[in-house]
């Protein structure tokens, strides 16, 4: 196990589409296991594999509390494809990401939706009726995988509230 690096906005990693997995290897399972002890020991509940700079579609999601004493309960999805549900009510609720530290802002998405994947056994998956924050996971990770980031679909008056904090975030880049 390891701890990897978290890229942050302004990375061109994050911008880039990712790749199809054609074949889960164990060196991906492992890739997979150190995205979840990374995303564990910086209190999140979803990475990207593009946030740890591969640009392949890998993400791993875990919503359940360790912190708090809850037992984990993480999911490795390889190639996730999610669909709105027909009864799925959008939701608006403040929004954050492991890339964009310290920024939470309103973001609306559908509230609940279908997702498939590929899991670490290279076993097809289907889950249905994801809700809260497990749908709101999925939606966030998959958007990374086509190099979306959740600030781009903010409101454009939080848009200017947080314009200049983003373009510090991208300036330390350089
Ligand atoms: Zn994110």
Redo the contacts with the bound molecule.
């Keep these: 196990m390891a701890l990897l690096d978290i890229r942050t906005y302004g990375d061109d990693v994050l911008r880039k589409k990712s790749g199809h997995v054609e074949k889960v290897t164990p060196e991906l399972v492992q890739l997979a296991e150190d995205m979840l002890e990374t995303m564990y020991e910086a209190a999140g509940c ?1 990475l ?1 594999a593009p ?1 740890i700079g591969k640009n392949i579609r890998l993400v791993v999601i875990d919503i359940s509390r360790p912190d708090d004493g809850d037992e984990k309960h993480p999911f490795i999805m390889f190639n996730p494809e999610w669909e709105e549900e027909p009864d799925s009510e959008p939701v608006t609720v403040e929004e954050g ?3 964009i530290p310290e920024i939470w802002i309103n973001v609306t998405r559908p509230g609940k939706v279908t997702v498939r994947y590929t899991d670490e056994k290279g076993e097809a998956r289907e889950i249905n009726h994801c809700e809260g924050i497990f749908a709101r996971a999925i939606q ?2 998959s958007d ?1 995988l086509d190099g979306k ?2 600030v781009d679909k903010i409101s454009p008056a939080d848009r200017s509230l947080n314009e200049s904090k983003l373009k510090k975030m991208a300036k330390k880049k350089g």
Excluded: N, R, T
């Design positions: 979803g990207a946030q990401c492991l890339s966030h990770e990374h980031l959740f």
